[in-house]
């Protein structure tokens, strides 16, 4: 079975300072991972997304992933922080399988809201 | 396209009564899902289709039902809501010949059940 684990239900940093969120995933075979935000009251928005073809990952609004596999970690980092980052963060990850691989859902971290200080 | 739409945005129900939550999406995704997300608990998988027809049991499927006459559509039914149903429900959709695995997500439904 697949799961996923961030470290820290919050994280507050300064703005302009280095942006850290970590995830690391338990799975029995290679995993597609995501980073997915969500700002209040609103749905999930895709960040960005690891499929193999590049261990490190550049998504939307200068965020970008690492995965590294020896680690079993896929932590998301943007160099200098704004205030418009405030949000819920979600890693999520799905195993690939066979055709239909995806119909199993994807299985959710519980989030890290991130906190930005003016 | 509209891309995954929920209806309604918010619902209070009394307990023992039931309600359905509607999910539609316009991009011919075989593939859609319904999540309920708890304070602190990330999202959880309650039920999922792979197309018109078929349905399947996610993690947390008690006290829920679905349907899949359509692609485009996808309901969720409350059977006698419980306290315990009290969430925000996203619904999801892809598509496996696309891009993969991303899932697409509605804006939710927020239920209190008391």
Redesign the interface.
Known sequence: AQS?TQLG?HVSVSEGALVLLRCNYSSSVPP?L?W?VQYPN?????LL?Y?SAATLVKGINGFEAEFKKSETSFHLTKPSAHMSDAAEY?CAV?ERRG?????????????THLIIQP | NAGVTQTPKFRILKIGQSMTLQCAQDMNHNYMYWYRQDPGMGLKLIYYSVGAGITDKGEVPNGYNVSRSTTEDFPLRLELAAPSQTSVYFCASNDPGGTIYEQYFGPGTRLTVT
């Open positions: 996923v239900s597609y995501f997915y609103q749905g999930l928005q895709l997304k499929t979600f799905s055709t239909g691989g995806g119909a199993d859902g994807l299985t959710f971290g519980k989030g």
